[in-house]
């Protein structure tokens, strides 16, 4: 198929929610979200435990969402446990939109039966620069700011030390600044390392370099980009989320009428609910935006939590009713998450048009390349063995000749 045709340019950007609206893409990025929350999970409850909480006590109150921030007092095995977890989710985040990244190109190349699996076989070859990128400049920091204690250090000298820190004043200041431009190349690479990686097929230091070269290239068409982007990331997160809270409310319609289910159903859903959906959690999401404000108000307003013990029975649909609704949460987080990964894959795709009027779309990449080159070689054995043919046929020709010559003088020696 012929690749999508784009404008190069903001218009493109707009695509993003229609693009990312794709069974795979949301498939993908839960696994990742799961993986990476599991560990997140376990890890927190970990780190509670050793900050002396008991397994009930954080169950009480934190549930399926512990963060250990909100801890008083925080020892330092919870901190680094935290810490870790956090680590850990956002790169398997970071691992999948470079998933999503790969399908979305080889979509725009005009491959729709490019599947998940090609695409996190894709990311198990190419984990590395996904990884150790945002590593590499957070370390060229970590360098840059032990330079500058060093400096400060050699500054403390007595009658020396003034002027060890005036002369070189120009040195420090350029460093200095250096030092925040590599700040936000840090920041720039946390977005569009997925997609540079995606598309681009660049090792670590290849992906690093065109971090460096976007942020000072185009400065502009990040924040004009994001500026459109991000609207319609929270503009499609909202009716994604609006049409799952829909279809539950039409469920607990129907089924919790008093001819049917009735009060039953109320129990079960509301204990359900109560286990995926605590107040805490609204409440903390609340205070972060206003759409997940009328989110939350919405799924409030369909639920009805009752105080009737649930039988074992009921006990057990409501267990597994609660992993439904965790698993369509997942999947309202994971379809935001790829809109605003296909999103940054746009935009890179844009950038290299741009700047180096490098079509991406029109660049055979590996897996063509891998194709073609195996493709050759079918060629080349299949000719090795037309030749292999022909020549032993040959030879049999030959020896047949040879057999009915002999044949021949055999009969004239005995007549």
């Not at 498939?27 to 890890?43: E, K, P, T």
Request: contains cysteine; glycine residues 8%.
């Amino acid at each position: 198929m012929d690749p999508m045709k784009l404008y190069f340019d903001v218009r493109d950007i707009f695509r993003a929610p229609r693009l990312a609206l794709s069974g795979k893409k949301v498939i993908i990025l839960m696994q990742a979200n799961l993986v990476g929350y599991g560990v997140y999970w376990v890890l927190n409850y970990l780190g509670a435990s050793a900050n002396g909480m008991a397994f009930s006590d954080t169950w009480a109150a934190y549930g399926l969402y512990p963060c250990l921030l909100g801890l008083d007092s925080l020892s330092g095995i919870a901190c680094v446990l935290y810490w870790i977890g956090v680590a850990f989710w956002f790169y398997a985040i970071s691992l999948g939109a470079t998933a999503v990244s790969r399908v979305t190109y080889k979509q725009l190349k005009g491959d729709e039966f490019y599947s998940g699996g090609d695409a996190w076989s894709y990311v198990k070859k190419h984990w590395h620069p996904v990884v150790f990128s945002s590593i590499s400049l957070g370390l060229i920091l970590v360098f840059l700011f032990f330079l500058a204690a060093i400096f400060g250090l050699v500054g403390k000298i007595p009658y020396v030390g003034e002027f060890l820190f005036v002369l070189p004043y120009i040195l420090y200041f350029f460093g200095s600044v250096f030092t925040i431009y590599t700040g936000i190349v840090f920041l720039v690479a946390l977005v569009y390392t997925p997609a540079i990686v995606g598309t681009y097929e660049e090792d670590t230091m290849g992906t690093v370099w065109h971090n460096f070269s976007i942020t000072w290239g185009q400065p502009w068409r990040i924040i004009l980009y994001h500026g459109a982007l991000v609207p319609v990331v929270v503009l499609g997160a909202y009716l994604f989320s609006h049409a799952w809270i829909s279809g539950y409310g039409l469920i607990n319609a129907v089924f919790s009428h008093e001819w049917l289910m009735g009060s039953k159903l109320l129990n079960i859903v509301g204990w359900a609910t109560q286990a995926v959906h605590p107040g805490a959690l609204c409440s903390l999401l609340g205070n972060t935006c206003s759409i997940c404000i009328a989110c939350c108000a919405g799924c409030g307003s369909l639920l009805t939590s009752s105080g009737v013990a649930l039988s074992g029975t009921e006990l057990v649909a409501a267990f597994i009713l609660a992993v439904f609704l965790f698993l369509l949460i997942v999947s309202v987080v994971s379809y935001t998450m790829a809109v605003l990964s296909v999103g940054e894959t746009l935009m890179f795709i844009i950038f290299k048009k741009r700047s180096d009027d490098d079509n991406l779309l029109e660049r055979k990449d590996e897996e063509e390349l891998d194709e073609e080159e195996e493709d050759d070689n079918s060629l080349l054995d299949d000719d090795e063995f037309g030749n292999d043919s022909a020549t032993n046929t040959g030879s049999d020709e030959e020896e047949s000749e040879n057999e009915a010559d002999q044949d021949d003088s055999e009969t004239e020696d005995n007549p």
